[in-house]
């Protein structure tokens, strides 16, 4: 089992910054690769970033590259979503998800975290 507690986010205006976290427990050695999605309302559950540990190399949906950046804290176990230049349309439910099935598909998910941005 893994456990992946989410913290961050809140509301904020155009052009600000926020930093989400989530912290992984449990068999967290078993995880392959982590991710971020969000879900925005009325709209299905969309990726936003992922990556796998044995790259390193952050894999970004275009409509957040440049804006959103993910890091690792091997020490920690925890994984960030810094995303700078927030705009409305980012307005959604986080979640961060881990892949214990070596790429065959995220299997834990964080309990997810509001991130509004108003115009």
């Known amino acids: 089992q893994v456990q992946l507690v989410q913290s961050g986010g809140g509301l904020v205006q155009a052009g600000d910054s926020l930093r989400l976290s989530c912290a992984t427990s449990g068999r967290a050695s078993r995880v392959y690769r982590m991710g971020w999605f969000r879900q925005a309302p009325g709209k299905e559950r969309e990726f936003v970033v992922s990556i796998s540990w044995s790259s390193s190399t952050p894999y970004y949906a275009d409509s957040v590259k440049g804006r959103f950046t993910m890091s690792r804290d091997s020490a920690q176990n925890t994984v960030y979503l810094q995303m700078n230049n927030l705009q409305p349309e980012d307005t959604a439910v986080y979640y961060c998800?881990?892949?214990?099935?070596?790429?065959?598909?995220?299997?834990?998910w964080g309990q997810g975290t509001q991130v509004t941005v108003s115009s």
């Open positions: 998800a881990a892949d214990t099935n070596l790429g065959a598909g995220y299997n834990y």
